[in-house]
Structures are given as C-alpha cells and as structure tokens.
C-alpha cells in the first residue's frame, strides 16, 4: 500500500462525494433534458435497467460536438430496393440511416434497447403489451403510432406484397391497437424469439405513408394487368368478361390520379431516421441529407444531433480500391479486410477499432450418412484441427477460438465451453478405435472464394496429418447451396454471420424445420432444447436452455466450431465521438445513438 | 489468350514436304528454336517434377505464410506457406496436360466434322458450319467460362468445356481444305477408279490438310493453355490444392504489394508456354509452306 | 451483288437465332438455384415457401421453354428482365455501364493504331533488319501474352513500385477527366497489346504485298521520291484490308474486357456478365451474351460485305 491508510480513507470519501455530485449533476441535465421534450418518455425498467453508456457527457467523450460536414463513406454493392422486406437486400447498412428499428440490440445481441418501441411487456407467453414512442414523426410528414405499426405488421404479413420478411412473422396471430400509442401483440402459440425479430427486418419502421402509397401502386398493378387481359378476352367476344373488364377498368380509373406522384419505398426510402435520402444514383452513390427534426437527439436534450450535414456512400466495389480512397482522405470511414491490416495500421491519420463480431466460421458434418455419422470420427476431425494454427495462418491472426456455435460475446454463448483442444494423437486412436486405422476419405464442399479456399486447405492438411483424407471440392455459392440441399458432402464449410436472436440459428442448423439442415443433423436433445428455447420468454431462463443447448452440441461434437469473427474498421481521426469503451458495451444501440461529428465541423 | 486468327490459313496446295526438310527449316528458323527449347523445358518441368521440385507443393507451414525469397525457398512462400517454387514447378503438369488433350480433342472432333462437311456438301455443310458460326461468335472465353461453369469443377471438365469451342477453328480449316482438294484432279481420278467418299477422304484429303492442321494443333496448345489459366484465374477448373499456374496468379494478385514474386512468377511461365507455341506455330508455318522455305531466313 | 447482301443477312439472322438458344441452354444448364443461394446467404430464413414465392415472381417456376419464349419476346421488346441479384432493371444496369465499356474499346482502338500500324509499316519497308526481325517477335509477344499477367505486370510496375498510376478503380470521364484518363490508360493499353500485335503483322504483310505490285515499280521507276511512292501510291491500297481487320478484333477486344474489368476494377459490361455467371443471374448472363454476339456478327457481316465489295470473286464462293 503506497498511502497511508488515512488518506486512502480520505480518498475513497472524496471519490464517493464526488461521484455523488457527478450523479446528482447528470441526474438534473437528464431531467432538464426531458423536460424540454416533455414527448420523450425513456422506459427503464428494473428488469431492463439503463445501460452504461446511456450518456452523452465528458465522461462519454470529452471534446464538444460540433454540427458540419459531410460524412463519406463506401458501400461494395448499391441498395437495389430500399424496402428491406422486399428481395433482393444488398444493404443493410444504408437502410440504417433513413429507417430505425423499434428495438435496438446491446453490446450482447441481447434485444433490450428500447427505441421506436419504449416499452414492452409479455401479459403471458402468446400476448405482448408494446408502447411506443411519442412525438415520432417520418420523414415525408407521416406519424409513427400504433396504426403505422399495426399496418407495417398486415402489409407484411399480407401475400400480395410478396415481402420475404413474411417468414418471420409466422407465429404472429394478430396485432390490435389498444391506443394511439400501444398496441397488443397475439402469438399463435408462446414466442420468445419476438423481440429478436423486432431488432430484425421487421422491426425496421416504415413510413406509415410510404406503404399506403405502395398499396396503391401495386393495386393499380394488379387492376392495369386485369384489365389488359380481359380487354383481349373481350375482343374474342367474351361477354363474360365484360363485366369484369368494367370494373377492372374502374379500378385503374380510381387508382391512376392517386398512384401520381408517388414514388415506391422500393425506390426511395422513407423513414424515421436521421438522415433523408437527397439523391439516389442507382450503382453510383447515395446522398443524405440532415434530417433536422429527428426525434432522437431532441428527446435526450441534443437537438443539434445528428451533427454532420448529411452522408454520401460511394458505391466501390473493389476492397483495394476502397481503402486507397481511405488513405487518399477521399473517404471517412471503412470496414477493412483482414490482408489490409499492415496498410492502415501505422498510417497517421487513421484511427484503427479491432472488434469482435457475431458471425462464426464452422466446418458442418452429415450426420444422415457416411463416416461422420460415427461420433469418434467427428470427434477425431475436430481435435485434428489447430484453431490457434488456423487463425493464424488463414485470419492473419485476427480471429477468436471458437467453442460452440454462439460467439463468446453474445448472450446465449455457455462460458464453461472450451475450444477443443488441438490434440492429433487423440484422434489417430480415435480412428484407430473407429476403425479407419488404415486412413479414411470423406467428402467436402468450400465455397470457391479465396478465403474460403484457403481455410480448406489448411483444414485438408491438418487432417491428413492423421490419415483423414478430406476431398474438397470448391464450389461457387450457388452450386454449393446445392451441395448443402442434397447433403452430398460428409464435411463441409459453414458457419452463420450476423446471430441475433439465437433461435434462427440453432433452427436453421440444427432442427429439422431449419432452412440450412436438410436432414442432416437430428439431435433429439438438442431439438427439444431449440423447441424450448422458441417458447421461454424469460431472458434469464431462456440464457440457461442456450447454455445447455451449446453444451449437449459440444459434447456430441456435432460440428467443428472454427473460431469466431474479429472485424477491424478505420476512419480517419477527424471523425469525433467515438467511445471505444461504451461502443463495445453498446454495440447497435450505442452507434444509433451516439452520432460522431468532424472535429472542425467539415471534412 | 492468344488471339488465334485462323484466317492466316488459307487452304493450300499439296505440299509435298520432307519431314528432313521441315526439321532442318524449323531449326533454322531463329524464333521456333527458341519456342522448342522453352516447350521441352515445360514438358520436363511437368515430368521431372517430382524430381526437380524442393519441397512437396501441399505441404503447409501456417507460421511462414506469404514470405518473400529466401534461401530455403527461392521463391517465398504462398498463403498457405506452401514453397511457390515447387508449386510453379508441378503446376506445369496441369497446364501442359489441359493444352495437349485439348488440343488433341478438339482437333479429332474439328477433323471429322469438317470433313463431313467438305464432302457431304449441302444441308450437312449447312448445318455443321453453322453451328461453327455458331459458336464463333461468342468471344471464346466467356463459352468457355460458362460452359466449365456448367460443367463443374475439375480438370476433365475443363478440357471438355475448351475442346466444345475448339472443334470449331479446326472444323473451318479442315472444310476449307476439303473444298479446295475436293476438285482436284487426282481426287476425281481416284473417284473414278471408284474409291469410297470415306476412303478418298482419309486417303487423299486428310493428309493434304496435315500442315495447316499441325500449325493450329501448335497455336492451340497454347491457346488452351491461356484459357486454362484465365478459367483457373476466376476459380473455375482444377481444384485446390492442385498447383495451377492460373490459380496461383489469382491469389498473387491480391498479396501483389507485398510478396509480388507470387503472381509475376506462375505469370511468366503461362506467358512463357504460350509464347513458345506461338513461335513453334510460327516456325512450322514457314518450315510446311513451301514457297516461303525456298526463302530460308526469315524471322 | 444485292442478292449476296440478302443471303448474308439470312445467314446471320439464322446464327443469331442459333446462338439465343445455345446461350439460354448453356446458362440454364448452370447448375444451382440462385433465388435460394443469395437468400439463404443474406438472411436466416428458415422457410422455404418464402424462396418458392420469390423464385415465382422472377417467373423461374415456370417450365423451361415457356421461360424461354417469355423471355425472347420482351427481350425484344427491350424488358431485358430484373437482375436476381440487384432487383434493378437490366437494362437500366446495361446501359449504365455501355458507356464505360466503350472508352475501354476507343482506347484500345487508339492504343492498337498507334502501336501497330507504324510498326508494321516500319517492318515492311525495311525488311529483314534487325528492327525488323524484334518488331516482329514483338508483335508475336504482343498476340500471346496473357491479359492477366501483362495487366499484373503494369500494376505492379506504374501503380506499386512506381506509383505514378492508380492501381484500378474508375471515374465517369465528365465527373473527373484526368482522373478517368489516368485510370484507363492500363486496362486500355493491356486490351490494345492483343489487336497491335496483330496489327503489326497484317499491316507488314499488307505493305509487302502492294510494295511488290507492278504499279509501285512503275511510280518508283518514274522517279518519285520514296516517301511519295509509299504514303501516296502503297499506303491507300495497303490500308483498305487493315481496315476491315479492326472490325474482326472487335470481338477479341470483347473478349479481353471481361477480365481486364475485373483486374481493373472498372463497373463495365464484362465485369457485370462475369458476375452474374457466379451469381447464376439468368437475365444479365443471357442479355450481355446476346449482345455480344450480336455485336460480333454486325462486325462480321460489315466486313464480309466489305469484302464482297472489294473482291468480287468472294461472292461466288460464299
């Protein structure tokens, strides 16, 4: 102890009284805040407590925010349709800055972040209680309450609109508007995965107007093409069709001088969020502008939030032309590939985040049929395979040993898991005992992308170190898609990008409804689990069936869990408000609400 | 990909060459002594690899990826930290095996069916030059990376899928060739004498279009050559591990800031192999038409 | 002469036809559902139904043939169709990216004129020299040197170890000329190498040809100066057949942008087919080879009429 025990006393008191008043002081500009927006309501509850880095004062950052300045950025592909429900989806960051979710995830993927929707509760496991936020307006004038939302839920919900997201929304029984700012959710039978859906694509709010003007546009479809055909069928003296050819026609009459004007959200997105789009340049660029009234930033007290003047995503398909456009300052900011990294790391003017993501990297066996039925061959592969090796050799070192199939960072993953450990003489017995003493081959499909290529090699020669000789073929994505359907594969490359709620992954893999399964893991205790998991709405418990989940896949070895996902961003120093700290902790919900502005105001 | 124009051979007359003669031109012949020097050196490269290269090409060092030259490896490492030397050496198998049975197939095919047309004349011709036409018209590569596409991956399959748009130069040749022999004076003796369409066909015409057919057969090679390494360079062909000159220089190219040897290195002997067929094509052309030989020193 | 005209046209009808089939059988014979790879990439889903609706509004359910006739009937209407993979209109993606294919094709016009009409006119007038015996194993190099390592070649020299130029990326030419000019200066000087090459040597051979003509002898016999004998007297006849091997390059020149596009980074058609290959994206894949092909059989119809024109005796074998 290097004080005396009096001073460190004295110390700790002061620090106590200090901290206090820090409290207290925040605790006043918090509710001078809202009183200045009297429409901001922020439902922190006992069981949903604030989160940490739920602050925007020194200790956030310590420079002042200062408004300007048009933030550059690139995007490898260009949005196609911007109504993310419709297919194809090639972006989903764009969408992020005109449309915002109703609830946010934390730094755990974890769905508690209030946001459109301030309050939820389950009344019981078919029946949710959703409040919204008040004062929300969209973008083109349109308000956000209970009927937008209400009509957000049956637009999806309804086929003709042909939204894919429609999938996710089956267990929904019915939505009701209770008042102008709550609505009650039933569930066909108990859903936990509910509010993990509602930090997904249907939970991204669209304008209220946008969608009604989309109905109209896609009637007047439906009717022009009626119409067309019976006009046809008319002409060959159909007396029949007349009468429907009548009112198709009125139809189209009805609907032509509404559809004018309007523009679909498929062309043009419209939404809450702090950016509007000014100019969309389809395979080009993107241009936002400020959005001056975004209720966010007026609801903590910061109206000058968002601070830049607007956006503009570059379209650069190229990574290597990407990042000369970082370090040329033609850009602020940039997801980089790993093979970059001794590019941007010393460059002076970048800052560089080394983060961990939610996608992890796996190699999936067929249980249906060939050797990888047999537990000790499986169980032989995973510990012929040196994670630290390939992280190393194949991630440029950036990469986290993987034990089970949910990231050590999200909610779901169990830490008494281990990776396996690297052990090639326990597998040599282990096939020995199998009795493929003599070597065995087994099948593969990899995906025919560099990295994709060389993880599989790397793989193919570990195994062989133990006598398995594993016959990749690499496949484009397509093909290999194929190859999955038709489980012509013993091993293959797999993994999942991108694990909100735990569910869509543990079914899509390992439940025989998954989309990813075909038949070809049947684990009848893991299946009971996943069904359980669907159903428990209470976080704590539902975290406890996900542990045991990733336990009984662990133990049975069901896949070869690689190593989990390390992303590396850079954006040049001139870009502001960044709180690494509160960043990991927050994850989404930090970076929707805590906006980053130029230092001088300008880039 | 060599831009092969069949243009250049115009159907010629009977030439009666020596193989003596054809040699000794070819030796004479500056550009195709240095074609055939580079082509045996890839061949024994695709022989003797397992002699000459250092290291197994498979064998993975994960703590030595992408180095540069060094002593131990004269030509770095690859991202797998795989020897790039022995990796180039045995890749010559691959692309020296896709040229030949290539060129091979393609030339079987194209021969007969040519034939079929020269002679059977009408709807036949019609029909097969047609579909030569056919296939033409489509810039070879894009055929061939779609059709390989189709086919799946694997060396077979690439063979095939470049030998599909082959068969159609040498088709073109081989008819030309026939129309021109067709009304030949000894060609009509022997029909009269009463001889079979096929036997006049394999007896009297095939062997009077053997020179421009060697001169394609040579710039085919190297073709195929180039269309392998331009398949292998977009992932499409023989599958990893498998050194491929083409495939290599794909996975270079990324890493070409910083172990540039990578991808310059497999490029030089692509370009090099395809090279040495152009001069080697060049050389015979001259050394089988007689009215050039006469000439001797030429370029 | 009309009559031979009429038959070409015929002839080149049929073979587009031939070749609309042979594409749309060719890209459905790639094998893989593409609705449900880029689906099952992008998100989790877990329904299958969902795949079934979007692969039926593409009309991808549909039996083969009727896909076919659908397609060929608003092909040519102009509906080329919607890109699976970006939902855009393809033809909307089509002529975005024509211009910018374009320039690469000027440029490397430019570049093979500039390179191989003057070496090949060098070569001939000073036959057997020792320029001419490099120029012509230039020209050898120049045909058979792969796009891919002479384009690695150049970047690795002028962008990584000089850094003069960019390594690949491209502006549109009216948003930053110098910019747009530096960035094609490789790709277009890689597509050129091939047609120079070529050049050069038909050119050489071309010269020869009417140099030995009895007409130049006369001309050279009247006593007129060299340079007066070869630019007035041999140049005008030498030129006229080099003239219509440009059009022939036209689909080497095609053929070669596929790649230096990709290696380039340059949003061109061939960069958009060769994506959608991978993508399985039937509409773009089927588009860029019809037009392709048709554009190869245009140049091939103008240069046989053009021969026709020249040299009557080509009509009558044909």
């Known amino acids: 102890m290097i004080f005396p025990k009096r001073v460190s006393i004295g110390a700790v008191l002061l620090t106590i009284i200090l901290a206090s008043t820090l409290f207290a002081a925040m605790n006043f500009f918090v509710h001078k805040a809202l009183a200045q927006d009297e429409q901001s309501e922020w439902v922190w509850t006992q069981k949903n407590p604030k989160p940490s880095w739920w602050r925007w004062d020194e200790k956030y950052y310590p420079a002042k925010p200062v408004r300007g300045g048009i933030y550059r950025t690139a995007a490898s592909r260009y949005i196609g349709l911007m109504n993310p429900n419709h297919w194809p989806v090639n972006d989903w960051v764009s969408m992020g800055n005109f449309y915002e979710k109703l609830i946010l995830t934390d730094g755990n993927y974890r769905s508690t972040v209030p946001f459109l929707a301030s309050y939820w509760e389950y009344k019981d496991p078919v029946t949710v209680i959703m409040k919204l936020r008040k004062g929300v307006k969209f973008t083109d004038g349109s308000a956000f309450n209970a009927e937008a939302i209400k009509f957000q839920i049956d637009w999806i919900r309804d086929k003709r609109n042909g939204a894919w997201s429609r999938a996710w929304l089956a267990p929904v029984k019915s939505i009701e508007v209770v008042d102008e700012y709550t609505v009650r959710w039933k569930f066909k039978k108990p859903w936990a995965g509910f509010l993990g859906i509602m930090s997904n694509v249907p939970g991204y709010v669209l304008s209220h107007q946008g969608l009604k003007n989309d109905v109209i546009l896609r009637d007047l479809k439906k009717a022009q093409g009626q119409a067309k055909r019976l006009k046809r069928k008319l002409a060959k003296g159909g007396e029949k069709a007349k009468k429907k050819y009548e009112k198709a026609k009125a139809d189209v009459d009805r609907l032509t001088p509404m559809a004018e004007g309007i523009v679909s959200l498929d062309a043009w997105g419209v939404g809450s969020g702090p950016w509007i789009i000014e100019e969309a340049k389809p395979g080009n660029r993107m241009k936002y502008k400020r959005n001056p009234n975004w209720w966010f930033g007026r609801s903590i007290g910061h109206p000058d939030m968002p601070y830049m003047d607007g956006v503009l995503v570059t379209v650069i398909p190229e990574p290597s032309v990407r990042l000369a456009n970082l370090k040329a300052g033609k850009i602020e900011a940039l997801h980089i590939d790993k093979s970059q990294y001794p590019l941007v790391k010393d460059d002076p003017n970048l800052n560089v985040w080394i983060t961990p993501g939610n996608h992890v990297t796996s190699m999936v066996f067929n249980h249906a049929e060939g050797p990888c039925k047999d537990i000790r061959v499986r169980k032989a592969i995973s510990h012929a395979i040196d994670r630290k090796a390939i992280i190393k050799g194949t991630q440029f070192g950036f990469g986290i040993e993987a034990s089970c199939m949910y990231p050590a960072i999200h909610w779901t993953h169990n830490p008494n898991l281990k990776p396996v450990k690297y052990d090639p003489e326990l597998s040599k017995k282990l096939l020995a005992e199998a009795g493929y003493a003599k070597g065995l081959t087994i099948r593969g499909v990899m995906g025919n992308d560099q990295s994709s290529v060389k993880l599989g090699q790397a793989i193919k020669s570990m195994l062989a170190q133990v006598g398995i000789e594993w016959k990749i073929r690499t496949v484009d994505p397509v093909s290999g898609s194929d190859a999955n359907k038709n489980r012509d594969y013993d091993m293959a490359g797999g993994g999942w990008a991108w694990i909100y709620d735990p569910d869509l992954m543990a079914t899509g893999l390992y439940h025989p409804d998954g989309g990813f399964n075909y038949g070809r893991s049947n684990n009848e205790k893991a299946i009971a689990l996943i069904e359980a998991g669907r159903t428990e709405t209470d976080l704590v418990k539902r975290q406890k069936i996900y542990w045991e989940l990733e336990k009984i896949l662990y133990e049975n070895y069901e896949d070869a869990w690689l190593f989990w996902y390390v992303g590396i961003d850079a954006n040049r120093k001139v870009v502001l408000g960044y709180n690494r700290e509160m960043g990991m902790a927050g994850q989404e919900g930090y970076f929707a609400t805590h906006p980053g502005w130029f230092k001088d105001g300008h880039n | 990909m060599a831009a092969v124009t069949t243009e250049e051979f115009e159907p010629r007359r009977k030439s009666n060459v020596g193989f003596l003669a054809i040699v000794r031109t070819l030796f004479k012949h500056r550009l195709s002594l240095v074609g055939i020097v580079i082509i045996v050196f890839m061949f024994s490269l695709a022989i003797f690899a397992p002699v000459l290269a250092p290291y197994d090409p498979l064998e993975q060092d994960l703590d030595n990826v992408l180095k540069g030259p060094s002593i131990k490896h004269w030509l770095g490492t690859d991202d797998l930290g795989r020897d790039l030397l022995s990796r180039v050496i045995y890749g010559a198998q691959v692309s020296m095996t896709v040229g030949v049975a290539c060129t091979v197939f393609s030339l079987i095919v194209g021969t007969f069916l040519g034939l079929l047309a020269g002679f059977k004349g009408g709807k036949t011709d019609q029909i097969i030059m047609r579909l030569v036409d ?63 369409q096929w036997r006049i066909m394999f007896k009297h015409v095939l062997p009077n279009s053997a020179a421009p057919m060697i001169v394609a057969a040579a710039l085919g090679i190297g073709g195929a050559v180039g269309m392998e390494a331009g398949a292998a360079f977009l992932g499409i062909g023989v599958q990893p591990p498998t050194p491929s000159w083409g495939r290599e220089l794909r996975i270079g190219y990324t890493y070409l800031a910083t172990v540039p040897l990578f991808s310059i290195a497999p490029g030089m002997l692509i370009t090099l192999a395809i090279l040495a067929f152009t001069f080697l094509a060049d050389g015979l052309r001259d050394a089988l038409d007689p009215r050039i030989r006469g000439e001797g020193k030429k370029m | 002469m009309k009559q031979y005209i009429i038959r070409r046209i015929i002839y080149s009808l049929l073979i587009l036809a031939g070749a609309i089939v042979i594409t749309f059988i060719m890209v459905r014979l790639l094998p893989g559902d593409p609705i449900r790879a880029a689906m099952q990439q992008n998100v989790d889903l877990n329904d299958a139904s969902i795949v079934e609706e979007v692969r039926a509004r593409y009309g991808l359910d549909r039996p083969v043939h009727v896909q076919f006739f659908m397609w ?36 490397a016009t430019i570049w093979a004129w500039v390179l191989g009409i003057p070496l090949g006119i060098y070569s001939a007038l000073n036959r057997n020299s020792w320029l001419d015996a490099l120029f012509t194993s230039v020209s050898v190099f120049g045909i058979s040197i792969p796009v891919f390592w002479e384009a690695i070649i150049l970047i690795y020299f002028f962008a990584v170890f000089l850094q003069v130029l960019p390594p690949s990326g491209y502006v549109a030419f009216f948003e930053n000329p110098i910019e747009n000019l530096k960035l094609v200066l490789m790709p277009t000087f890689v597509m050129g190498t091939q047609s120079a090459g070529g050049l050069a040597r038909y050119v050489r051979s071309s010269f020869l040809e009417v140099l030995g003509k ?70 773009i894949v089927q588009a860029t080879m019809v037009v392709v092909s048709l554009n190869v059989l245009i140049m091939n119809f103008i240069v046989d009429i053009t021969y026709g024109y020249l040299d009557p005796r080509v009509r009558l074998i044909k």
């Open chain 2, 134 to 196: 056919m296939v033409m018209i489509f810039p070879g590569f894009i055929f061939i990376l779609i059709l390989a596409a189709a086919l799946g991956p694997g060396m077979i399959n690439i063979i095939i899928a470049i030998s599909l748009f082959g068969w159609a130069g040498a088709a073109r040749i081989i008819r030309g060739n026939v129309l021109s022999t067709r009304e030949e004076p000894y060609v009509d003796a022997a029909r009269a004498a009463g001889a079979s």
């Open chain 3, 72 to 107: 060929l009937i608003d092909f040519f209407k102009g509906d080329w169709g919607t890109s699976l993979s970006s939902g855009e209109k393809v033809t909307a993606m089509f002529w975005r990216r024509v211009p910018v294919t374009l320039e690469l094709f000027v440029g």
């Open chain 3, 214 to 283: 009895d007409y130049i002898r006369t001309a050279r016999a009247k006593g007129l100066r060299e340079k007066a004998v070869i630019f007035r007297h041999a140049a005008k006849p030498a030129m006229i057949p080099v003239v219509t091997i440009i059009g022939l390059s036209w689909g080497g020149l095609i053929g070669g942008s596929f790649i230096v596009e990709l290696m380039f980074a340059i949003p061109g058609v061939g960069r958009m087919g060769l994506d959608a290959v991978f993508a399985r994206d039937f509409p």
